[in-house]
Structure formats: C-alpha cells, structure tokens
C-alpha cells in the first residue's frame, strides 16, 4: 500500500483510525479538537472505505462541556478569501455580519486565538446552563455532523 501513488496522494499509507488521532492531539495538548472537512474516499483497496478528515486544534483552557452564557460572535468578514463566510469546524458557520450563538469555549477560543482580529465576542451575559453545540438541523456539508470533536 506503501507504493501506490493514489494512496499516498489521498494521505492514506499510514493512515490513522480517527479516535487515535484525537487521543495523540490531546496527548499532545490540543485539549480541543474540530474537525473542518470530511469526505468519503472512495473505495480503493478491497472494500475498504476511507474517510478523509481534517482537524483543528485549540491549546487553550476550557470549560469541560459546552456552557451558555448568553454570547455571539460576529464575523467581521475581514479574513483574506472568506469575505462571505467562515467555519470554525463543521458545526460552526459563522456568516459575515451575522450574529451567531456560542458557548463560551467558542467564544475563548476565538479571543484567544488568532481569530480575535476577525471576530466580535459579546461579553457573558449570566451563566446559563448547558448550551447545545451540536450542529443545526441544517445538513448542508459545511454543517455536517461532527464525530470524535470535543465541545461542538
């Protein structure tokens, strides 16, 4: 499998289960991890099916489960190439102008990132409960389901 050039284009020759590569992100300190795509490839080798999955990792900290404290983000529509839109993962679309619902882990991780300088964060209101960060009833690919991620 090593030498075939599509498996290898497809990053596949030594491809890792999903659930192990979120264990060694978080071994490795990303104690929050998003997935931004995932695609079916198609089938290649003896009925084997593979899924191609990229992910996005936070080295912040964070509340355990997703907490509600009343706050937006607002996509300034200011990052190079995504005028229109940006996804933080497949779960969180935020449209440019648009305010849109967080938990407060998605509103630290874009303070305390580099997308600050693309987003407004509002301030916590009152603390909540627990906020729903599972992806909208919109099933579009860019709002796909999210497996293995941590909060939202």
Request: charged share 25%; hydrophobic share 30%.
């Amino acid at each position: 499998m090593r030498n075939d050039p599509t498996l290898y284009s497809e990053c596949l020759t030594g491809a890792d289960y999903e659930g192990d590569f979120v264990r060694r992100m978080r071994a490795a300190g990303f104690n929050d991890t998003r997935q931004t795509s995932r695609r079916a490839v198609k089938e290649i080798v003896d009925s084997i099916h593979f899924t191609s999955v990229t992910f996005r990792g936070f080295k912040i900290g964070l509340e355990e489960r997703c907490e509600d404290y009343g706050q937006v983000a607002v996509y300034r529509g200011n990052m190079p190439g995504k005028a229109d839109v940006y996804s933080l993962d497949l779960g969180h679309v935020f449209p440019a102008g648009k305010a849109v619902r967080v938990c407060k882990n998605t509103a630290d991780i874009i303070r305390q990132s580099r997308l600050n300088e693309f987003f407004h964060v509002s301030d916590e209101i009152a603390h909540l409960g627990l906020f729903d960060c599972s992806p909208s009833s919109d099933t579009s690919s860019e709002t796909s389901a999210i497996s293995g991620g941590s909060c939202c």
